[in-house]
Nanobody, 120 residues
């Protein structure tokens, strides 16, 4: 019953900014990693950024210097601040969760995806 709720996608002009949010909720569980992946038309899904509960981060080369991933442990929420957006950032962005439920092994969960469109 763990669920992800994504928000923050939309249409923005080149050079603009967006902040994506993803909140995890459900019965007792422990988060290992949260992050964001994206999939553009005709392309495979690719990593954008991830962050662990001990605040280790990982960024795609295309995101470094422009995007910042952060988290709010009290809210079980991960954020992706996207600045200096380019048309090539246009994609469906998917929230990713790696978590454990008490007495269970780690599981993966994907959000439904939120559209980010960068266009004049």
């Amino acid at each position: 019953q763990v669920q992800l709720v994504e928000s923050g996608g939309g249409l923005v002009q080149p050079g603009g900014s967006l902040r994506l949010s993803c909140a995890a909720s459900g019965m007792s569980f422990s988060i290992n990693t949260m992050g964001w992946y994206r999939q553009a038309p005709g392309k495979q899904r690719e990593l954008v950024a991830t962050i662990t509960t001990n605040d280790r981060t990982n960024y795609a080369d295309s995101a470094k210097g422009r995007f910042t991933i952060s988290r709010d442990g009290a809210k079980n929420t991960v954020y992706l601040q996207m600045n200096s957006l380019k048309p090539e950032d246009t994609a469906v962005y998917y929230c990713y969760l790696l978590y454990s439920v008490w007495g269970r092994q780690q599981s993966d969960l994907w959000g439904e995806g939120t559209q980010v469109t960068v266009s004049s």
